[in-house]
């Protein structure tokens, strides 16, 4: 029988999403192994979480030089047979530095998991931070720190972090380059001395995972072993500015970025999943009342987005854009328009719908491979969830009504109370102000 392709398909309901966080293995020296098997294909990445992150630094892009200066070399290697090995070998590796912690990756076919994963433990165990390739790493940073540093949205980003978190805040250093240039060896060793040891690790490895992966990894990490208690979680103090708007000027700028930040409630508190929902609506996905209105309807930009910042301590709805400098006030008043009616006016239930099946998708996508599985767990050391953290969220989602959302609304959504930063050039900006 011919499909009739003028009718659409059947909408289903999603249905029995569930998440179960297996429980760790601890190898012989104590370090915690999470395991996200099943997967089809003959490889694996292995994650290491290593407490050393944003909020331990003393100076700014500390961590980060730190991370690759590890790969410079170790007792065994140089920089160049690190490198050449890895390719030969057919794996990767990657860093990446986040707010109490780095994340060290390495990917691998399974037959060459035996090579390639004392390579990369050697780098962590053992590195040598030899100068020539340290100032290169230097060298590197700086150069993409001056070409972001004249971009308006890396400005009002920038800004907007001062103006939310405080100046002696860690998420509010704005490093220059010639910052990154001073930085000295003894600066960057002193922080893997510090954080780069064993009891401040947890492992999380995904993919085809057996019995003979498992074993590689004890064989190779029991060598590294704790010398004392792990190092504490930071949780640097808040302190907003009490200046609302801020506008920063940028000579000869094209274009004006527009940065928002609104305080609501960390990833623990009961309303922070719909909170959650009430960003999606506002402005989280392709047809949110933002794009709708600001994009579509309005055209004062190509794009507009609002997301939900969760961490242990902190939370709170970023929303951001760029557009002609001529229309930022507009895009301000528009933006405000739309939040004030998620707080007076009940979402229709079609919108609704729509939204939470976008959410559904968007979490269910997790389930698919065991590296998304395994980057969920990885959650639990970057942003402060736990296990059952999935399945609370698919249920908040299912449970949630028109009526609790603008209950919720009315209680966070006060856009008084919001952030504005605008990086443009300010001879190009009208006189008018926001409502």
Same mark, same amino acid.
């Given at each position: 029988?011919?499909?009739?392709?003028?009718?659409?398909?059947?909408?289903?309901?999603?249905?029995?999403?569930?998440?179960?966080?297996?429980?760790?293995?601890?190898?012989?020296? +104590?370090?915690?192994?999470?395991?996200?098997?099943?997967?089809?294909?003959?490889?694996?990445?292995?994650?290491?979480?290593?407490?050393?992150?944003?909020?331990?630094?003393?100076?700014?892009?500390?961590?980060?030089?730190? @991370?690759?200066?590890?790969?410079?070399?170790?007792? /065994?290697?140089?920089?160049?047979?690190?490198?050449?090995?890895?390719?030969?070998?057919?794996?990767?590796?990657?860093?990446?530095?986040?707010?109490?912690?780095?994340?060290?990756?390495?990917? #691998?076919?399974?037959?060459?998991?035996?090579?390639?994963?004392?390579?990369?433990?050697?780098?962590?165990?053992?590195?040598?931070?030899?100068?020539?390739?340290?100032?290169?790493?230097?060298?590197?940073?700086?150069?993409?720190?001056?070409?972001?540093?004249?971009?308006?949205?890396? %400005?009002?980003?920038? !800004?907007?972090?001062?103006?939310?978190? +405080? /100046?002696?805040?860690?998420?509010?250093?704005?490093?220059?380059?010639?910052?990154?240039?001073?930085?000295?060896?003894?600066?960057?060793?002193?922080?893997?001395?510090?954080?780069?040891?064993?009891?401040?690790?947890?492992?999380?490895?995904?993919?085809?995972?057996?019995?003979?992966?498992?074993?590689?990894?004890?064989?190779?990490? #029991?060598?590294?072993?704790?010398?004392?208690?792990?190092?504490?979680?930071?949780?640097?103090?808040?302190?907003?500015?009490?200046?609302?708007?801020?506008?920063?000027?940028?000579?000869?700028?094209?274009?004006?970025?527009?940065?928002?930040?609104?305080?609501?409630?960390?990833?623990?508190?009961?309303?922070?999943?719909?909170?959650?929902?009430?960003?999606?609506?506002?402005?989280?996905?392709?047809?949110?009342?933002?794009?709708?209105?600001?994009?579509?309807?309005?055209?004062?930009?190509?794009?507009? +987005?609002?997301?939900? #910042?969760?961490?242990?301590?902190?939370?709170?709805?970023?929303? @951001?854009?760029?557009?002609?400098?001529?229309?930022?006030?507009?895009?301000?008043?528009?933006?405000?328009?739309?939040?004030?009616?998620?707080?007076? !006016?009940?979402?229709?239930?079609?919108?609704?719908? %729509?939204?939470?099946?976008?959410?559904?998708?968007?979490?269910?996508?997790?389930?698919?491979?065991?590296?998304?599985?395994?980057?969920?767990?990885?959650?639990?050391?970057?942003?402060?969830?736990?296990? #059952?953290?999935?399945? !609370?969220?698919?249920?908040?989602?299912?449970?949630?009504?028109? /009526?609790?959302?603008?209950?919720?609304?009315?209680?966070?959504?006060?856009?008084?109370?919001?952030?504005?930063?605008?990086?443009?050039?300010?001879?190009?900006?009208?006189?008018? !102000?926001?409502?």
């Amino acid at each position: 029988m011919a499909i009739d392709r003028s009718i659409p398909p059947p909408v289903r309901d999603f249905s029995n999403i569930k998440l179960n966080v297996p429980d760790p293995i601890i190898l012989s020296n +104590g370090m915690k192994l999470w395991i996200a098997g099943n997967g089809e294909d003959e490889i694996s990445k292995l994650s290491i979480y290593l407490t050393g992150g944003t909020f331990q630094e003393t100076l700014p892009m500390q961590a980060t030089t730190c @991370s690759m200066a590890v790969f410079n070399g170790n007792k /065994n290697m140089s920089y160049a047979q690190i490198a050449e090995a890895i390719d030969y070998y057919g794996a990767w590796r990657a860093s990446q530095v986040y707010d109490n912690c780095t994340e060290f990756a390495l990917s #691998s076919l399974n037959e060459n998991f035996s090579h390639t994963l004392p390579i990369f433990i050697d780098s962590l165990m053992s590195p040598i931070f030899p100068d020539n390739e340290f100032e290169l790493n230097k060298r590197q940073l700086a150069v993409n720190i001056a070409t972001a540093r004249e971009k308006v949205k890396y %400005i009002a980003n920038k !800004e907007m972090m001062r103006q939310y978190f +405080g /100046n002696k805040h860690p998420l509010a250093s704005d490093p220059t380059p010639e910052v990154i240039y001073s930085l000295t060896q003894e600066q960057i060793q002193n922080f893997y001395f510090k954080y780069y040891k064993a009891q401040n690790c947890n492992l999380v490895i995904a993919g085809h995972i057996t019995d003979k992966e498992i074993a590689t990894i004890e064989d190779i990490l #029991s060598k590294w072993k704790p010398n004392g208690a792990p190092s504490p979680q930071v949780e640097p103090q808040v302190t907003p500015s009490n200046e609302m708007l801020k506008v920063v000027h940028k000579e000869g700028a094209v274009q004006a970025a527009i940065a928002m930040a609104l305080k609501t409630v960390p990833r623990r508190h009961p309303d922070y999943f719909k909170i959650r929902i009430l960003t999606t609506v506002l402005g989280g996905y392709f047809g949110s009342r933002l794009m709708s209105n600001i994009r579509e309807d309005k055209g004062y930009t190509y794009g507009i +987005g609002a997301s939900l #910042s969760g961490r242990s301590f902190d939370g709170h709805i970023s929303i @951001s854009t760029e557009c002609d400098t001529q229309y930022c006030w507009d895009v301000i008043n528009e933006t405000k328009k739309e939040m004030k009616r998620l707080c007076t !006016e009940p979402i229709p239930k079609e919108e609704l719908d %729509i939204v939470k099946r976008h959410m559904l998708s968007d979490l269910v996508k997790t389930l698919d491979t065991p590296f998304n599985i395994a980057g969920y767990i990885g959650n639990i050391f970057l942003y402060g969830t736990y296990p #059952s953290y999935f399945n !609370e969220h698919i249920q908040a989602i299912l449970d949630a009504t028109s /009526n609790d959302l603008i209950e919720t609304a009315q209680r966070y959504l006060d856009s008084s109370l919001m952030h504005i930063v605008i990086a443009c050039d300010k001879n190009k900006m009208p006189e008018k !102000e926001f409502s």
